[in-house]
């Protein structure tokens, strides 16, 4: 059993590279190694009308459960945080891993570098702040904890199946 | 009492690095203070009038010998020798330098405690019964739960940013000793009719402007589902609560306004997904747990006799200790409420002889309750003239438990920045009053709290006798309000009628006092008389 929390570098992702958006107009944060998708992302109201799209931006108070029908020809969606104290992101994002969608999810607008840790443990595997990272932050927050308490969208292994090992199947 | 293992231990020293990297990049000026600012508050670290203020947890109330020494070691080093419990079990520190916060909770760390989640928009220190493992009246020891729960949640990733504060509650007998429904959410362990121990669930609660009593949103919860129930409950407000007024993010606002039924609907199916997805602990895992808190050893063949030939031991030892489960034991509470003393506040010196106290007498056990004070949860009866006579010496002997003068107050104008007016001060003057100690026996139990802003640190929604401190046109001014309680028939008090000014407030409560004492049947005590009477025969004395 790993007895280190592996969600820096979680399945679909290694360590996370800083690259240039699509736009070109700052680093954003990925973690996946498919390439990016750079068409752009639609309203949830859009994307549920519209056949084609396959980028999907959801605003803080849109209910991420709409989309359980469509995942399969989603590939990106963006959830926007209109303020770092608007955690409601934070449950989208864990939904989403929830109802099995395995795209990219990117967190945009007021990202506290801080908190990245904690987005990663609930599904989100790219970021594109209002204002960028600075690597360091981005490595120093990443590798900060060793465990983890609780179960969440990753595979970090909680403390209390590394206390149990003979209960741990998975 | 648990103790960390490798993984606890690692899990808060990594959060004192992070923190210690935060205040560098703060000191260097790499953050504001407005970026600064949601990270010190998951730390306990608010900016008050003068200095910072650092709020320290001592879950579920329940601490050592070791970890008070601790507490007055910071006391002496890096504030003024002083120590302040809160309502929430907690202890604060009114004079930390930014400059030392970090090495502070690194010396913390040294006796596995921490400042994590005691402020901001997280799930904060839980609260239990501070007579835990010792009462007469319990079905289980809670805390085992407590400890369990205190690490489901720790660093919860889904709920890093909640709407607002989250507190949780936790006991396992019919009297409520922790204001169980005035929290957001709050356990009594039961047990069924198939003799399964379980959870009676409350969710809702909580004072500040707009308060209100939790409501039963469970009557039976398996023990090993207690995980995905709350993360149904967290994520049902996460999702839902509004996010563009402050005041109307509790968790409270939101089951007002979607009704009871329906929070308890969208809980409940949330619950089933959670169900499927398996993150619940397992029993070894609670099992684990439990065996640090197996009871101590309690010495056979005790006697119950109490040598009462000294009269103010005998007064001491009928008010402040309560009935033991142990033959031969008695829960002492050590009262932090001296006459003309700030409600919860403690010298280092003081800590540090509570601490004797407890290593010698108490199986190494210390208690903080919700009401400011402290408990000594193990002591033999044949040991409690020693521990009276010792705390008398230190100052710490006053005879007032539920009584009139055993005052919660919360900091006020005196620290607070948000506060409209002093709170300390105040309940100084009234415990001044009211210092007669046989008056007060005669007055018997009577709850007074105190609170210097609509925020309710200081519980008034729940005090028998209720102060809210308001700005009245740039002057500080008080509410009054009666017949608020914090127990099993919890009730919100109300508003007598116009404000008064400090002199008036005093006065005015004296006048309360007076009414219960005339009126009242033999065995009322003041909550029994106003809940039979109601508050026009209390307005008519207080008002003329
Ligand atoms: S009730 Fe108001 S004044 Fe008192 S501590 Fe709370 S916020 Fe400060």
Redesign the interface.
């Known amino acids: 059993m790993v007895d280190r929390n592996p969600v820096a570098g979680g399945p679909g992702g290694g360590p996370g590279t800083l690259e240039p958006a699509p736009g070109g107009e700052r680093d954003w944060l990925r973690f996946r190694d498919d390439p990016a998708p750079d068409e752009p992302a639609v309203t949830l109201d859009a994307f549920l009308d519209q056949s084609n799209a396959g980028s999907v931006r959801l605003e803080a108070g849109d209910d991420v459960r709409r989309l359980g029908p469509v995942l399969d020809r989603l590939r990106l969606v963006e959830v926007d945080f209109p303020r770092f104290r608007d955690g409601r992101g934070f449950s989208s994002a864990r939904v989403l891993r929830e109802m099995g969608y395995t795209g990219e999810i990117k967190a945009t607008g007021d990202v506290l570098v801080d908190l990245i840790y904690f987005m990663r443990r609930c599904g989100f595997d790219s970021f594109a702040p209002n204002v960028p990272f600075n690597r360091e932050d981005v490595n120093a927050a990443m590798s900060r904890y060793p465990y983890v308490y609780q179960p969440a969208a990753d595979d970090a292994v909680p403390i209390w199946k590394l206390r149990h090992p003979d209960l741990a199947n998975g | 009492m648990y103790r960390y293992?490798k993984?606890?231990q690692?899990?808060v020293d990594?959060r004192v690095?992070?923190f210690r990297?935060?205040a560098r990049r703060r000191i260097e000026g790499h953050l504001t203070d407005d970026?600064f600012k949601?990270?010190r508050l998951k730390n306990g670290l608010y900016l008050q009038l003068h200095a910072y203020m650092l709020r320290v947890a001592i879950p579920y109330g329940t601490f050592d010998s070791r970890q008070m020494r601790k507490l007055a070691h910071i006391a002496r080093t890096y504030d003024r020798g002083y120590g302040h419990f809160t309502t929430r079990q907690n202890i604060q520190y009114n004079w930390i330098k930014l400059e030392e916060a970090a090495d502070l909770l690194g010396e913390l760390a040294t006796v596995e405690m921490h400042a994590i989640q005691t402020s901001g928009?997280s799930v904060r220190n839980i609260s239990a019964d501070q007579y835990a493992g010792a009462a007469a009246d319990e079905i289980i020891d809670p805390r085992p739960w407590c400890e369990m729960i205190r690490?489901?949640t720790?660093?919860?990733?889904?709920?890093?940013?909640?709407?607002r504060k989250f507190k949780i509650a936790v006991i396992a007998s019919k009297v409520d000793r922790a204001a169980l429904r005035w929290h957001d959410f709050a356990l009594r362990i039961v047990k069924n009719d198939a003799g399964e121990i379980g959870f009676e669930v409350y969710a809702g609660g909580g004072m500040g402007r707009t308060p209100f009593i939790a409501f039963k949103i469970r009557d039976f919860l398996p023990t090993d589902q207690i995980?995905s129930y709350l993360q149904a409950v967290l994520?049902v407000w996460?999702?839902n609560a509004r996010?563009d007024n402050i005041h109307k993010q509790r968790m409270k606002i939101l089951v007002h306004e979607l009704g009871e039924e329906e929070f308890a609907r969208q809980v409940e199916e949330e619950f089933q997904?959670f169900l499927t997805?398996a993150?619940d602990?397992?029993q070894?895992?609670y099992d684990?747990i439990a065996a640090y808190f197996a009871p101590p050893p309690f010495e056979q063949g005790l006697s119950d006799e109490i040598d009462r030939s000294d009269p103010e031991f005998a007064l001491w030892v009928d008010r402040q200790t309560v009935a033991h489960k142990a033959p031969g034991y008695a829960i002492a509470n050590i009262s932090l409420k001296p006459i003309g003393g700030i409600p919860g506040d403690i010298s280092a010196d003081q800590m540090d002889l509570v601490a004797d106290l407890a290593e010698r007498y108490s199986f190494d056990e210390i208690r903080a309750t919700h009401a400011q004070n402290l408990v000594l949860p193990h002591v033999r009866k044949q040991d409690l003239y020693a521990v009276w006579q010792a705390l008398t010496e230190a100052g710490l002997a006053d005879v007032n438990l539920d009584l009139v003068t055993d005052i919660i107050a919360c900091p006020g104008l005196d620290y607070c920045s948000l506060a409209n007016a002093r709170s300390i001060p105040l309940a100084q003057k009234i415990a001044e009053r009211f210092a007669d100690r046989q008056r007060q026996q005669d007055l018997g139990e009577l709850k007074i709290k105190i609170s210097g802003c609509i925020n309710a640190c200081g519980h008034h929604h729940a005090g028998n006798i209720g102060i809210l401190g308001v700005d009245k046109k740039g002057s500080e001014s008080y509410q009054l309000l009666l017949g608020g309680s914090g127990d099993e028939e919890t009730s919100q008090a109300k508003i007598t009628g116009p404000g008064f000014d400090e002199n008036g407030i005093v006065d005015a409560i004296e006048r309360t006092v007076e009414r219960y004492r005339a009126i009242r049947e033999p065995g009322e005590r003041f909550i029994d008389t106003y809940r039979r009477v109601g508050m026009d025969q209390f307005k008519e004395a207080i008002y003329g």
């Open positions: 293992d993984y606890d690692a899990m990594a690095e992070e990297d935060q970026q949601p990270l928009e690490q489901m720790t660093f919860m990733p889904e709920f890093s940013y909640l709407p995980f994520r996460n999702r996010r997904h997805l993150t602990f397992p070894a895992e684990r």
